[in-house]
C-alpha cells in the first residue's frame, strides 16, 4: 500500500477506522514528489539523528529514515499507533513515542529512543500541526540546545510573518522572537492540494537555523522580551510612546534617550530591526545618565 498517495491514505484509515482530526491538524500529505522535497532540502546523512513531529500515517517518516541513522517519531494521537507500526514495519531504524511533543523533553527522548550516552547535534524534520506552531517552534529553539536545525512545513501566511523584513506589514514579535534565536531560510511553497484532506491553507517549508556560538548575549534578556513584545500590542503607537509605556517615564526623557541611541522616536514597531530593540533594552537607562555626566 502507498500512504503517500491518495488512494493508500484512503485505504490505510478506513482499515483502521480512522477520520482525520481537525484538532489535531490532522492533513496527511499525498504527494510523493513534495515528500521526497522536503526529505531531500532537509540535507541528511547517514550520520544524522532526526525528530520528526507528527509523523501521522508515517509517509514522510519512511523518507526520513531512508536517508538518516534514525529518526524518533513523536505522534499525540494513539488511534494513530497500529497503523504507524503496520506502515513502519520495514523501517528498522525509526522509533515511535505516543507523546504530547508539547510536554515531553526531546532531547531526552532522543536519547532514550536509541540508547545513546550522549547526544551530538541532531535534526528536525517535520509537517507540524498548524495550530501549534508558535509554541512547537519555540520549545525547539529554547529547549533543545543541540538541534542543529529545523526543517518544518508550516502554514504560508505563519512563514511570510516569521520571513518578514522590518517595513512590512507582516514584520511583528514573531519575526523579531524567532530572529532572537535564530536564521530563517525559505525553501518551498507546497500547495494545499497536495494534502488529504484538504487545508484551507496553502503551505511553505522553511529552515530554522540556531544562531548558536553566535547568539546575541543580553545583559538583560527579559528587559529585551518585555519591551519586544509591549512594541508589538502597541504596533500603531510610536516608539516614543511605547517607550514611554515600557519605561514608565515622561516623553522628554524618552526623546533624549533614543535620540542618544540615533533611534526615531517617531518610528512605529514595525520599522524598527531587532538590533534597534536590543539598543533600547540593553542600554536603558545606562546611556541616558552616563550622556549627563
Ligand atoms: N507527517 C504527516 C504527513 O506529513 O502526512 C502528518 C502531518 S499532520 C499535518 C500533523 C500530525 O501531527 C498529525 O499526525 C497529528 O496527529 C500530529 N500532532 C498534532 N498535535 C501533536 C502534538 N501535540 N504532539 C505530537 N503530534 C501531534
Known sequence: MDISSK???????????????KKWGQNF???????????????????????????GLGA????????????????IDPALQDVLQETLADINNSRLRMADVLKVNLEQELLDAFNLSKLDTYKVCANIPYNITTPIIFNLLEKCPN??????????????????????????LLTVMIKYYAEVEYLMDVSRNCFF???EVDSSVIKIIPHGANQFKLKNETGFKSLVRKAFQMRRKTMLNICSAEFGVEK????RYLDILDIDYNKRPENLT??????????WPAAMEESFD
Open 7 to 21: 488512494t493508500g491514505i484512503k485505504e490505510i484509515t478506513s482499515k483502521y477506522n480512522i477520520f482525520p482530526h
Open 274 to 283: 531587532i538590533h534597534n530593540f536590543i539598543s533600547i533594552a540593553e542600554n
Open 60 to 75: 514522510l517518516t519512511r523518507e526520513i529514515a531512508n536517508r538518516s541513522k534514525g529518526v524518533l517519531a513523536i505522534e
Open 147 to 172: 538541534m542543529k536545525y529545523a526543517v518544518l512545513m508550516i502554514q504560508k501566511e505563519v512563514a511570510a510573518r516569521i520571513k518578514a523584513q522590518p517595513g512590512n506589514k507582516e514584520y511583528g
Open 29 to 55: 500529505l499525498m504527494d510523493k514528489n513534495i515528500l521526497n522535497k522536503i526529505a531531500n532540502v532537509s540535507c541528511l546523512t547517514s550520520a544524522d539523528h532526526v525528530i520528526e513531529i507528527g509523523p
Open 252 to 255: 522628554e526623557k524618552i526623546k
Open 197 to 199: 484532506p484538504r487545508p
